[in-house]
């Protein structure tokens, strides 16, 4: 049953999204059990990985989630009152200018270099309260983090943090979809021995595919977001969570073509036999991959309908030649049960998480609760 619809559902929307909300909060109790060692946070960063951080981000805190994860402090602002008691991180770090806003809004810092400890400290000491941080070392990813000499400083003056609430150190692994990396151990070992160095404090190991990689990857709080939404978290293997997403289309026009005849820009695709080719709402405005080849497809009756020609802004082309039965005015589904958004990533050169976070805005979106 939709519980919330984002447009007007006039009937007259030509592209519709579907989001399945109970089927997000299915897969976090399914990383909870999994990840018996500890607790289990939403990322939810990038808007919920494209599905829309204002609802999704709330599904879950009702659900009894009470760690979230964003990577810029203003989709935290954005999202920060509908989360009471929850803690609601900030990935990016703390940026200069920004302590007062985090310190003001109750969010809390995850600090990666020295500097970012030591503006955080200076906020806890103007304010006379501790305030809460995630610590980061870096154990491979070379982004954000402590690096190594940075450790070896703070590990000789832990002193500096006592003004700070640590609530966990954390690290980001590199190649956790990938189990057999030999990169995986030599983060793990690497994140032991930061542990050890610094004051005692909980720990945060896993994203998704991290919580796949078995107990040793196991800490006080993991930090899946693709898995949430529906991303395989273990490729090559049968994905284990649930789809939360799905993109239907109606076919605005059908018309008939001789063999030889070209559709689309460039003439990139031209018909071999005389071809009905049905036109859909859907381009890389709305965050399908252009670089989508003719060699995808949609899906009508479960049946799969062959793209072709380029994908362009706002319309995509599709044969229907052996289809008789499709008019204008049907629907095909675009990303279902039977066509993933990790299909979808292989069939455009990318991944999914790519997939689910160019579904932009021009849909219509409906959540099932
Ligand atoms: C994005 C991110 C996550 C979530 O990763 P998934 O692979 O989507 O589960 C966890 N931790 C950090 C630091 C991240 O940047």
């Known amino acids: ?6 447009m007007a559902m006039t009937g007259t929307e030509t592209s519709r999204l579907t989001i399945d909300l109970g089927a997000i909060v299915a897969n976090w ?4 059990d999994r990840h018996a060692s500890g607790e289990v946070a939403a990322v939810v960063k990038a808007d919920a990985y494209g599905l829309g951080a204002q609802i999704v981000a709330p599904a879950l805190h009702a659900a009894g989630c009470r760690h979230f994860f ?20 900030v990935l990016n770090g703390l940026a200069p200018g920004q302590a007062e806003v985090f310190a003001d809004r109750d969010i809390t810092a995850v600090l990666g270099s020295l500097p970012e400890i030591a503006r955080w400290v200076a906020e806890a000491q103007r304010l006379g309260r501790r305030l809460p941080a995630l610590l980061h070392v870096d154990t491979g990813m070379n982004r954000l983090g402590l690096d190594e000499t940075e450790l070896a400083t703070l590990a000789a003056d832990p002193e500096v943090l006592t003004n700070l609430d640590l609530l966990y150190l954390m690290t980001h692994l590199v190649s956790s979809e990938l ?5 995986n151990q030599r983060q793990r070992a690497e994140f032991a021995a930061a542990c050890a160095a610094l004051p005692p404090m909980k720990r945060s190991l896993a994203n998704s595919s991290g919580i796949f990689l078995g107990p040793d990857f196991a800490s006080d709080l993991a930090r899946p977001g693709a898995a949430l939404y529906g991303i395989n978290p273990t490729p ?10 799905r993109l239907d289309i109606e076919i605005l026009q059908i018309r008939q073509i001789e063999q030889g005849d070209s559709v689309g820009y460039n003439a990139a695709w031209r018909a071999t036999r005389a071809s009905r080719i049905a036109t859909a ?20 009756d479960r049946r799969p ?29 675009v990303i279902g049960p039977d066509r993933t958004p990790d299909d979808i990533a292989r069939d455009a050169g990318t991944n999914g998480y790519e997939v689910l976070t160019s579904l932009w805005s021009r849909y219509a979106r409906t959540y099932l609760a």
Do not use: K
Not at 80 to 85: C, F, Q, T, V
Not at 179 to 183: K, L, T
Not at 308 to 313: L, T, W, Y
């Open 236 to 245: 090559g293997l049968p994905n284990p969570m649930r789809q939360t997403v």
């Open 305 to 333: 309908v062959p793209l072709v020609g380029r994908v362009s802004m706002d319309l995509t082309t599709y044969d229907v030649t052996d289809f008789p039965e499709i008019m204008p005015g049907d629907w095909l589904t």
């Open 70 to 89: 964003v990577a810029h402090l203003s989709e935290a602002l954005a999202i920060r009152p509908l989360l009471p008691g929850a803690m609601l991180a």
């Open 179 to 183: 189990p057999d990396d030999p990169i």
């Open 29 to 32: 109790q399914d990383l909870r």
């Open 1 to 6: 049953m939709p519980i919330c619809t984002m």
């Open 281 to 300: 709402p859907l381009g890389y405005a709305d965050g399908w991959p252009r670089s989508m080849a003719s060699c995808s497809h949609a899906i009508f």
